[in-house]
């Protein structure tokens, strides 16, 4: 059997080169992954949204690992054609914005159809994408089908997106902010979609996320990223024990429901965290 | 109660002519009084911003009866009458003109309203925000998100009004910084007297805000609550207490018997 992880990235690397110097977005980050839900958690600009799109080699900036492999198999300096195996069928991803993400001019059911290229007739796959929407708890995936995605509201976009990764059953989810964009309860039906699909199918999904909260109920491991770095790594359910300051700082921050205070803590950043963390 | 600062009866808004007209707000009732923070919450398209936006004035298409400070509003709102009730927008990316500085964001209400002393009321209000005055001459796209909504803050106050409408303030913003911008409304609310009508679908954020909120769904008001009884989960509304459940993270068997509302 395939002893080697579903993903293992080595000290990966992302640098922009602007005109004010190298901007190094991604720094060093390791991790190695299974069938298992991993959480990327940090702030804006903490690096989380580089990583994911380096991982997929949809990166603008330089990116450069001592490994990152697939199923054993390096994903680095792959050609366009190698990609295209990869890209869209054994990995995907959902990005963070529906509106930005769909084709303005198509139907989205055409979109659906796109995503499962070569799969059997033209009328399984479109019994299928109407399953598919059906799954996101779309209501009405007839009407859905053939609606343009100007035609959608932010939600139902994104839960189109998800409908669309899920057509190639990838073996590996990336899943940027997917449901920031959602009201609560969908938010969360949506997630249990997700969560159908690791115990399921045996999907990796690696989830991009602001939201400790969130993550620590829905996620397995959490790696914390900062300033480009993975400052700690440890298990959701754990992560109220976190050690870093900067996790348990970002913990502090949001007002609870349970457990009103007069005054919200405020984060306060250390120098210290920029320095590069010890392997 | 003579120290209700809003109030509203019946409040019906709508958009859209004829048969195809869709009722956003349907007859919603709700007094606020002076110095007391109001929270309306509920998921996308249940009618809350619409009824921020129509405290505001900012939309005339509505019918009911609306009180600010004691004085009934028209459907048409003089200028002088606008300066009660200010609005701080949700996307601090959208609700700043690009290509103007502060100082030109911050000016420009006192010009039209015609107010003096431009100069000493927009350093007043840089620093009641906690910006410096590095920041006055400074474009949207050089600052931060944080400190862009602190630019929005000023905006509101420079007019001096009653009355602050919060429209989803902080969820455009990272935790931390949504902590930094709820502390300094919790402390400008207290130090100008303001009241606010906080707009939010995080529950966490009205309680930590507001003395009292309403959960709304599809135009409706279905609940009134004081902050402690959501601190203690007293909710009666099978809708508001689905939400309460679904603000508290990941709970598989509790998305199993969610009801479509």
Same mark, same amino acid.
């Given at each position: 059997m395939d002893k080697s992880p579903?993903?293992?990235?080595?000290?990966?690397?992302?640098?922009?080169?602007?005109?004010?110097?190298?901007?190094?977005?991604?720094?060093d980050v390791s991790f190695k992954m299974g069938r298992e839900k991993l959480a990327i958690v940090g702030e804006s600009g903490s690096g989380k949204t580089q990583a994911g799109r380096a991982i997929l080699g949809l990166s603008d900036g330089r990116v450069s690992a001592k490994r990152l492999a697939f199923h054993g198999e390096t994903l680095l300096g792959l050609d366009a054609r190698a990609w295209r195996a990869i890209r869209g069928r054994r990995i995907a991803m959902v990005m963070q914005d529906p509106r930005y993400s769909l084709n303005p001019v198509m139907p989205v059911g055409e979109q659906l159809l796109e995503a499962d290229r070569d799969r059997g007739s033209a009328k399984t796959a479109r019994a299928r994408a109407l399953d598919m929407l059906a799954s996101v708890r779309i209501r009405d995936p007839e009407r859905v089908f053939r609606a343009w995605p100007h035609e959608m509201s932010g939600g139902m976009g994104q839960r189109v997106m998800i409908a669309m990764m899920l057509m190639a059953e990838p073996e590996l989810l990336i899943a940027d902010e997917p449901t920031s964009a959602l009201d609560v309860t969908v938010r969360l039906q949506v997630l249990a979609i997700l969560d159908n699909l690791v115990r399921t199918r045996d999907m990796g999904l690696i989830f991009i996320s602001h939201d400790l909260n969130l993550v620590r109920t829905f996620c397995d491991r959490v790696l914390v990223m900062y300033?480009?770095?993975?400052?700690?790594?440890?298990?959701?359910?754990?992560?109220?024990?976190?050690?870093?300051?900067?996790?348990?700082?970002?913990?502090?921050?949001?007002?609870?429901?349970?457990?009103?205070?007069?005054?919200?803590?405020?984060?306060r950043r250390d120098p210290q965290w920029l320095e590069p963390v010890a392997p | 109660m003579s120290d209700a600062i809003i109030e509203v009866e019946n409040l019906t808004i709508g958009f859209g002519e004829g048969k195809n007209r869709i009722a956003a707000v349907k007859g919603v009732d709700f007094t606020v009084t002076e110095g007391e923070n109001f929270g309306l919450v509920g998921e996308s398209g249940c009618g809350k911003s619409t009824i921020l936006r129509a405290l505001a004035g900012l939309n005339e298409d509505w019918s009911g009866r609306i009180r600010l400070c004691g004085r009934d509003m028209d459907k048409k709102r003089p200028r002088a009458l606008r300066r009660l009730a200010q609005m701080v927008f949700q996307d601090p990316f959208g609700s700043l003109h690009p290509k103007h500085t502060v100082d030109r964001i911050l000016s420009e209400p006192l010009?039209?309203?015609?107010?003096?002393?431009v100069e000493g009321r927009v350093r007043l209000a840089l620093d009641q925000v906690q910006l410096e005055p590095v920041h006055r001459f400074r474009y949207p796209h050089q600052m931060s998100g944080g400190q862009r909504q602190r630019v929005a803050i000023a905006?509101? %106050?420079? !007019?001096q009004p009653k009355v602050i409408l919060l429209d989803e303030p902080t969820s455009a913003l990272d935790v931390s910084i949504q902590?930094?911008? %709820?502390? !300094?409304?919790?402390?400008?609310?207290?130090?100008?007297?303001?009241?606010?009508?906080?707009?939010?679908?995080?529950?966490?954020v009205v309680a930590h805000m507001c003395r009292r909120l309403a959960i709304m769904r599809q135009g409706e008001i279905v609940e009134t609550a004081m902050a402690e009884e959501l601190e203690r989960g007293k909710l009666v509304h099978p809708y508001s207490r689905q939400l309460l459940v679904a603000s508290r993270g990941y709970d598989r068997n509790a998305i199993d018997a969610f009801l479509d509302h």
């Open positions: 579903l993903l293992e990235a080595d000290r990966l690397n992302v640098s922009f080169h602007t005109p004010r110097g190298v901007v190094h977005a991604v720094r300033a480009g770095q993975v400052l700690e790594t440890l298990p959701a359910a754990e992560l109220a024990a976190a050690r870093h300051p900067y996790t348990q700082g970002l913990l502090a921050c949001p007002p609870e429901i349970d457990h009103r205070r007069e005054r919200l803590t405020v984060l | 010009e039209i309203h015609g107010m003096d002393d905006r509101a %106050l420079i !007019l902590a930094e911008v %709820l502390n !300094l409304l919790q402390d400008l609310g207290q130090q100008m007297g303001l009241t606010y009508v906080l707009v939010s679908h995080d529950l966490g």
